[in-house]
């Protein structure tokens, strides 16, 4: 059974930074992570290979940064300079096939994690 369980998200000031991670279990996956903010479609946020390519939606290149433990088992987004137009809740994505380039639509990912609330304040 695939399960992907992630931690971190939660309540920062404009400027501020978050991590998130997200451990995979029960197979082997190109992981990456989406976000959807209230009335808007889920976004691709950033991706990693598993020879470490990462990809980046435009807006956060230069303050994320998506990594992944040996394993490729974990995968973190470190989110530094948040700005008030990053809140949403980040979810954990996790594809069999390359799932970052291009960012696949939502209805290609195999398995998603829960969710984490983003919320940053001004």
């Known amino acids: 059974q695939v399960q992907l369980v992630e931690t971190g998200g939660g309540l920062v000031q404009a400027g501020g930074s978050l991590k998130l991670s997200c451990a995979a279990s029960?197979?082997?996956?190109?992981m990456g992570w989406w976000r959807q903010a209230p009335g808007k479609e889920r976004e691709f946020v950033a991706g990693?290979?598993?020879?470490?390519?990462?990809y980046y939606e435009p807006s956060v290149r230069g303050r994320f940064t998506i990594s992944m433990n040996n394993a490729r088992d974990t995968v973190y987004l470190q989110m530094n300079s948040l700005k008030v137009e990053d809140p949403a809740v980040y979810s954990c994505?996790?594809?069999?096939?390359?799932?970052?380039?291009?960012?696949?639509?939502?209805?290609?990912?195999?398995?998603w994690g829960q969710g984490t609330q983003v919320t940053v304040s001004s």
């Open positions: 994505a996790a594809r069999s096939r390359s799932l970052a380039d291009p960012p696949r639509p939502p209805s290609h990912i195999d398995y």
């Open positions: 029960g197979g082997s996956f190109r």
């Open positions: 990693i290979s598993w020879t470490s390519m990462v």
